[in-house]
């Protein structure tokens, strides 16, 4: 069974859940972006599906951030304490494939465009 869940960045979809992982499908609007955030334990891998998804996170411990552009068919990981930020600034809707550890409401933001 799928749950939706409608955000104002675009929605998810949960296609999988179990007590050691989750499966979802994120649409993020064009022009849209996620909170800037990062996870105390949860980690997660994407995949693009169609779109083109920046990505501005932090691997280093100096607090900079980088971006990186993933096509449909790229790949990205993302570990605990990671700052990261999905976004789809490239001129086109991003629908990407998610798994994660279970740990649904593990989200520290950092910076939102909608106030939450």
């Known amino acids: 069974m799928t749950t939706r869940i409608e955000k104002p960045w675009g929605h998810e979809e949960i296609w999988a859940q179990t007590k050691d992982y989750v499966g979802k499908i ?8 996620l909170s800037l955030q990062f996870h ?10 169609s779109g083109v998804l920046e990505v501005v996170y932090s691997s280093s411990r100096d607090g900079k951030l980088k971006s990186r ?3 449909a068919g790229d790949s990205f990981h993302i ?3 990671m700052v ?8 086109t809707d991003v629908d990407l494939v998610e798994v994660s550890t279970n740990y649904l409401e593990d989200v520290e ?3 939102d465009d909608y106030s939450r």
């Open 79 to 81: 570990f605990p304490l």
């Open 26 to 33: 994120l649409h993020i609007k064009e022009g849209h972006r």
């Open 40 to 49: 105390n334990q949860k980690e997660e891998t994407i995949k693009v599906l």
């Open 109 to 111: 933001r950092i910076e």
């Open 84 to 91: 990261h930020r999905f976004c789809a600034t490239q001129g």
């Open 69 to 71: 552009i993933l096509q």
